[in-house]
């Protein structure tokens, strides 16, 4: 199964599957802004979604592991709260742009925790860190202190959020072995097509924050890997 059932939502959201079917406001349009901070939030809600999915999925988990999975949930919650704020402080409306669960849809059809460890936080969020660090930078020069002082705060967090999966996938690896190793690469390999059939070519790359990732646990031979994969 590629991709498991969507979240729930409530009426005021329009749900759309691919990335070509969203509002893709162009950059000059003052709407474009609006729209990245509301789909932003919903990604946060997917990401409190997964990391509660998780929890229930594995209860048999290391307790120190679902320990910062809850963490993690509480973090995101304190995420969406965050954009909301910015959000509707610039006019907007909660619902008035279509949302893409491809996260949740995505990494809820993984069938170990390894996997999804490996997807959502080595892969999704570590990726995220270097887009909220290119961001963050364009924020500041801009003049926009609250969204500034949102990603700075959002940023502390998600590089939390990928330690400690580096810190567990290492720790499942060496205890299970090749059954671990296995679920991984088949994880990432299926998050892969998953995630060129949701966005096609419309995928983003920002530049590779190394220090950060090295925070992060990243070794300077992966982050190097990320690297020439990124610029090709």
Known sequence: MTFAPG??????????????????????????????????????????EISARNLVDFKDADWELRL??????????????????????????VGEFPVLNF???????????VGRLAVQNRSFEAAG??????????ARESGQQDLSELLDAQLADEVQHV??????VRTIVEREGARATFALVQSVAQADR??????GDAVTVYPVAGE?????????????????????
């Open 7 to 48: 979240p729930a939502r409530d009426a005021r959201f329009v749900v759309k599957e691919r990335w070509s079917e969203m509002a893709n406001i162009p950059p000059e349009d003052p709407r474009h802004a609006l729209e990245f901070l509301h789909r932003q939030m919903n990604e946060e809600v997917n990401s409190i």
């Open 68 to 93: 910062a999975m809850a963490r993690q949930c509480w973090d995101e919650a304190r995420h969406v709260v965050m954009f909301r704020r910015v959000f509707e402080a610039r006019g907007g409306k």
């Open 103 to 113: 996260q949740y849809r995505i990494i809820t059809a993984l069938p170990s925790l």
């Open 129 to 138: 860190m270097d887009a909220i660090q290119d961001g963050l930078g364009e």
């Open 163 to 168: 330690r400690y999966a580096n810190q567990w």
């Open 194 to 199: 998953a995630m060129r059939e949701v966005a």
């Open 212 to 232: 950060l990732r090295r925070e992060a646990g990243f070794s300077d031979d992966e982050i190097e890997q990320v690297r020439r994969l990124t610029t090709g």
